[in-house]
């Protein structure tokens, strides 16, 4: 069985080369054929499974080989990670590697569940995220907790405040493009991690001390049991997992930041609310 990976990692070494002359010949087409637009380059979601996913359920169609609450799961490729060292010990799966680009809040609507759930639209922050909210909605008690605030559109849909962290996963050394969302309570890991970030400067050598780019660093992304009065449920944790030593992905961590911000890329649809980590279970 494979070993826990650690925090830090050599990159392994680019093997899929090609020789000088076919090099050159894809050099001069370089991108033909690919699309530049925004709705052609979707980036997958990274889930935190929990207990009620499909994903972990042995019987259910849509349940993923070695797959239990606790891990986390590419749902393009259905890659699976570990949670903690221990889990990767036991299960055999790494831990997730990411480098962190980009973060992207917005309001996601969804169809109540009561309704049946369901994504409904993803909108962009205009003003504030209560500003955006007015905009869209208006604040009533909770059906099923009237002492909780939610947010609800005139059809009755929920209007949940979403952060999105992109970034790439760089197990192994090749950069993968993910989102992990965080809302809810969730926002709290979120901000912890935003403010990790912030929290690394260095000395330009004059005397000042600035913040390297968010792409510079790797993290390891993890889960750790919770609990409150719904039940039981993981939440995720971010550890520092050091400078990225590897030029050519802090380079692709840069164009991801670009591709973002520029509006290149965004987000897959949502399929489920469980994309994004939270206490709501």
Known sequence: MAKTMPAVVVE??????VPADMLAEFIADAGAGISKSAEDKIV?????????????KKRDPNYVQGAEAGMWLNKATQQLY???????????YPLLEFQHCELDKCVVEWVSRNDGGGFVARHSLQ????????????????????KKKVWKTPEGNDLIETRYHYGNVINGGRPQPAVIAFSST???????????????QLDDGKGNLFTPPAWAKRYVIGSKAKENKKGSFFVGTVADG????????????????????????????????????????
Not at 193 to 198: A, R
Not at 243 to 255: D, F, Q, S, W
Request: no cysteine; proline share 6%; hydrophobic share 35%.
């Open 82 to 92: 570990a949670g903690d060292p221990a889990m990767a010990e036991r299960t055999g």
């Open 242 to 281: 050091g400078v990225i030593a590897n030029a050519a992905l802090r380079m692709a961590g840069k164009k991801l930041y670009e591709a973002v911000k520029t509006g290149m890329v965004s987000a897959a649809t949502e399929d489920t609310a469980s994309n994004a980590v939270s206490d709501e279970i």
């Open 186 to 200: 969730g926002h709290t890991t979120s901000r912890q991690w935003m403010s990790l970030m912030d929290s690394y």
């Open 44 to 56: 997958p979601f990274m889930a935190l499974l929990q207990d009620m996913n499909p994903e972990v």
């Open 127 to 146: 003003g504030s995220v209560e500003d955006t909210m007015k905009r869209l909605g208006k604040q009533m008690p909770d059906p099923s907790d009237p």
């Open 12 to 17: 392994e070494e680019n093997t899929n080369l």
